[in-house]
């Protein structure tokens, strides 16, 4: 296998560009040794960036992902997400001990607010800060903001030191390539691009299908491919099976021609307007 391509944080540190999701991870005790080991599969093929949130299966993802990384913390790159009615100044600081002490570990690498809510962005990210400050996180950053949402959070005291933004963003959502990719890659903001194979929903499209056989690859290889290529973009697809983590990890191996991501183009129409931020 090639090496796994890397994103650079504004710290410099470099992350790999193909993580790991855990949603709908931790619901169920029955599948929960089935998830650990395909998050440990994706660790060893060099998926070493983990996404997880307080929110997912009310902790129960937290403690999948605690139990994936317990006796090699230091070789991941840990993400985890507050919920936005948590994100006071106190709040922030409170639920990340919590998600901590769920993972058993000391520290979160990259700590998001998961969408916005009614606490000011200021207390929001002066706790962040005081996390960042005693250590409890390695930097912290956003999910679910639009273009307008980052102009507004570099207005805020310290807001510059967001170290990354997490929105959907799939071959069959484009609307971020108008103006909220180019806003970060120009201030060196990465994207984490949620949802990447639009959970699945994409797969059958003709046109990735046809690619995909051409490569002898997978529709889901080249759906993660094309988010990878972009600059500053981290792809986190989720899988509970160790066989389609491997299937995933495989995406940094393929090299699609400038005419073939032509053909995607025209069967998912990059954005000619601003659209909306979506959001799932
Ligand atoms: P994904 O696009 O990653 O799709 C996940 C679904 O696709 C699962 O049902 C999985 O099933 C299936 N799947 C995975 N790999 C393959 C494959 N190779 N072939 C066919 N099916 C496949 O969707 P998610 O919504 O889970 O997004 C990824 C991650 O992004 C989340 O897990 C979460 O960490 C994050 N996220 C963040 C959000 C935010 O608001 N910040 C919102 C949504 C997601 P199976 O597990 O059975 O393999």
Same mark, same amino acid.
């Given at each position: 296998?090639?090496?796994?391509?890397?994103?650079?944080?504004?710290?410099?540190?470099?992350?790999?560009?193909?993580?790991?999701?855990?949603?709908?991870?931790?619901?169920?005790?029955?599948?929960?040794?089935?998830?650990?080991?395909?998050?440990?599969?994706?660790?060893?093929?060099?998926?070493?960036?983990?996404?997880?949130?307080?929110?997912?299966?009310?902790?129960?993802?937290?403690?999948?992902?605690?139990?994936?990384?317990?006796?090699?913390?230091?070789?991941?790159?840990?993400?985890?997400?507050?919920?936005?009615?948590?994100?006071?100044?106190?709040?922030?600081?409170?639920?990340?001990?919590?998600?901590?002490?769920?993972?058993?570990?000391?520290?979160?690498?990259?700590?998001?607010?998961?969408?916005?809510?009614?606490?000011?962005?200021? *207390?929001? @990210? /002066?706790?962040?800060?005081?996390? %960042?400050?005693? +250590?409890? !996180?390695?930097?912290?950053?956003? =999910?679910?903001?639009?273009?307008?949402?980052?102009?507004?959070?570099?207005?805020?005291?310290?807001?510059?030191?967001?170290?990354?933004?997490?929105?959907?963003?799939?071959?069959?959502?484009?609307?971020?390539?108008?103006?909220?990719?180019?806003?970060?890659?120009?201030?060196?903001?990465?994207?984490?691009?949620?949802?990447?194979?639009?959970?699945?929903?994409?797969?059958?499209?003709?046109?990735?299908?046809?690619?995909?056989?051409?490569?002898?690859?997978?529709? *889901?290889? @080249? /759906?993660?491919?094309?988010?990878? %290529?972009?600059? +500053?973009? !981290?792809?986190?697809?989720?899988? =509970?099976?160790?066989?389609?983590?491997?299937?995933?990890?495989?995406?940094?191996?393929?090299?699609?021609?400038?005419?073939?991501?032509?053909?995607?183009?025209?069967?998912?129409?990059?954005?000619?307007?601003?659209?909306?931020?979506?959001?799932?």
């Amino acid at each position: 296998m090639p090496d796994m391509p890397v994103t650079r944080l504004p710290s410099g540190i470099s992350v790999p560009s193909l993580g790991l999701g855990t949603w709908k991870m931790g619901e169920d005790a029955r599948s929960a040794d089935r998830e650990v080991e395909s998050l440990k599969r994706g660790l060893d093929l060099g998926m070493t960036l983990i996404d997880t949130a307080e929110m997912y299966g009310e902790g129960g993802a937290e403690i999948i992902t605690g139990r994936a990384i317990a006796d090699r913390r230091d070789e991941v790159f840990l993400v985890s997400k507050v919920y936005p009615w948590n994100a006071s100044r106190r709040g922030v600081i409170d639920a990340c001990h919590r998600s901590l002490s769920r993972m058993k570990t000391d520290r979160i690498d990259l700590y998001l607010l998961h969408w916005r809510g009614e606490h000011e962005l200021e *207390a929001t @990210v /002066a706790g962040f800060e005081d996390l %960042r400050e005693t +250590g409890k !996180i390695g930097a912290w950053g956003v =999910s679910n903001f639009d273009a307008d949402d980052m102009e507004g959070l570099l207005d805020v005291p310290a807001g510059e030191n967001c170290a990354a933004n997490q929105v959907l963003y799939n071959l069959s959502r484009r609307g971020i390539e108008y103006d909220l990719l180019p806003w970060c890659q120009q201030r060196g903001i990465p994207v984490m691009a949620y949802s990447p194979i639009e959970q699945g929903r994409i797969l059958r499209n003709a046109e990735l299908v046809r690619i995909a056989k051409a490569y002898q690859a997978t529709p *889901a290889q @080249v /759906a993660l491919a094309f988010l990878i %290529r972009q600059q +500053g973009v !981290i792809a986190i697809p989720k899988s =509970s099976s160790p066989e389609r983590v491997e299937e995933n990890a495989c995406a940094m191996a393929l090299d699609i021609s400038d005419r073939d991501w032509q053909a995607l183009d025209l069967a998912f129409p990059p954005p000619r307007r601003k659209l909306p931020l979506e959001m799932l």
